[in-house]
């Protein structure tokens, strides 16, 4: 077991590095429309979206989002996990992914997301799938939610 990683908030200054994430995970196209949203959360909108990294000797290696769904203010997006390819299996998506459900579960009535790696979210957190949603960006196609209230309570 290796040693943890280091999880604290996105900076402005950690976009090259996020963008190198998106691209290794997605691709460089994914990787230039990420940026806008990564840069919202520096914004002053209304709804800005939360981002953690997670820093591994110093270098950033993996990143987690999540933001408000406009559906319904208790309703959360999951969004933007990733570890770079060379660091991944070391649980350090785990620890982005706790890090944004610890802030989530007291606030969130739901927590969506859409993936193509619904095992990983199935058995590290109980998320359950609600359907398949064919969609043509490379996401994966997915759709589960978590309840956190539901869960506690069952
Ligand atoms: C999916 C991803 C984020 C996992 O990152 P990671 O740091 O390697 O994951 P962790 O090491 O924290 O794994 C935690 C647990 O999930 C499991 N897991 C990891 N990837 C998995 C996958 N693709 N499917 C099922 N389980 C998976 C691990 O085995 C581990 O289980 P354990 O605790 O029982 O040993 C990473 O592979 C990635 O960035 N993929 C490309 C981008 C992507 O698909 N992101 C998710 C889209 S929403």
Redesign the pocket.
């Known amino acids: 077991m290796s040693a943890p990683s280091n999880i604290r908030p996105m900076r402005l200054d950690d976009m090259p590095a996020c963008r190198v ?1 998106a691209a ?3 691709s460089r196209f994914t990787a230039q429309v990420a940026e806008p949203e990564f840069r919202e959360a520096f914004a002053s909108s209304a709804w800005r979206p939360t981002f953690y990294i ?1 820093e591994r000797h110093g270098a950033v290696v ?1 990143m ?1 989002g999540y933001g408000t769904s406009w559906l319904s203010y208790g309703i959360y997006n ?8 060379h ?11 706790d890090q944004c459900l610890a802030d989530l579960f007291p606030i969130a009535d739901a927590v969506m ?9 199935a ?2 957190w109980g998320f359950e799938s609600i359907g398949t949603v064919p969609q043509s960006e490379g ?2 196609d997915t759709l589960m939610v978590l309840r956190p209230n539901l869960r506690v309570a069952a």
Not at 78 to 85: E, K
Not at 113 to 121: A, K, N
């Open positions: 994430i290794e995970c997605w997670a993996g987690a999951l969004f933007w996990v990733a570890v770079r390819p660091v991944q299996g070391r649980g350090i998506a785990r620890q982005l992914v997301l859409m993936t193509g790696v619904p095992e990983f979210y058995r590290g996401f994966g």
